[in-house]
């Protein structure tokens, strides 16, 4: 790790959430465990209040649990939360491609199709970490044409806290059933059938209408994803 060197406060408990962000997404930081808070204060040189600012911050976003006591937990994701997570999303996006609907360009359409064929040949080459990184990129490219920040801020939010669960749980059938239903979209979006395209991402895309062994079973307990 390397010091953070920021003086603005406003900016350093920016930077430190972004690095803390930057650690799950990689795997630095795992679901279940702790952090120990006085430690990455030293490894950053850092003081403990843009720190525990920082933490607050994950903590509304339901990145982690301040555990009077006992420390930072990363949390985990359960099934229930995973349902959860999959309507949330769903309805934002639906409603943000209805918004920004006219503003999706052939040149956006193409872009996304090539991250559709480049999430294909990932399935094919055993590349867990490209596969869920341009599924995000390729969501992304409409995302972003909305003027509503946000918005797009807060699906980035929710879907980091799928990144992890996401890169060790998901069956290449669960995966190959994203691709085909990413082609459908972006037929509906070719056709100009904006309100079937929303409605798609809602109703199929992000509904989990999958049997539940379309996901790992060393994940699930009960259920439900257990522990890492």
């Given at each position: ?7 603005n406060n406003w900016s350093l408990r920016k ?102 064929r480049k999430m294909f040949k990932a399935i ?14 390729l969501h992304k490219i409409f995302l972003d ?84």
């Open positions: 790790m390397s010091p953070i060197t920021t003086q930077e430190i959430f972004d690095y803390l962000v930057g650690q799950i997404e990689n795997g630095q930081l795992k679901p279940g465990a702790f952090i120990n808070v006085r430690q990455l204060t030293e490894e950053l040189n850092v003081s403990r209040t843009p720190l525990r600012e920082a933490l607050a911050q994950m903590e509304v976003q339901g990145l982690v649990t301040i555990m009077p006591q006992r420390g930072v937990l990363i949390n985990v994701l359960t099934y229930d939360d995973l349902l959860d997570l999959f309507e949330i999303i769903g309805a934002l996006e639906s409603q943000a491609v209805m918004t920004v609907f006219d503003r999706i360009s052939n040149a956006k359409i193409n872009a996304m199709e090539r991250c559709n094919e080459k055993g590349k867990n970490r490209e596969f869920h990184e341009t599924n995000i990129h044409l909305s003027p509503n920040r946000e918005l797009t801020i807060y699906v980035g939010n929710l879907k980091l806290r799928l990144f992890g669960f996401a890169l060790k749980s998901y069956r290449d059938r669960f995966k190959r059933a994203i691709v085909e239903e990413h082609d459908v979209f972006l037929k509906l979006l070719k056709a100009g059938e904006g309100k079937a395209a929303s409605d798609y991402l809602k109703d199929v895309h992000w509904k989990f209408n999958h049997p539940d062994n379309f996901i790992r079973p060393d994940t699930v307990n009960n259920g439900k994803p257990g522990n890492n």
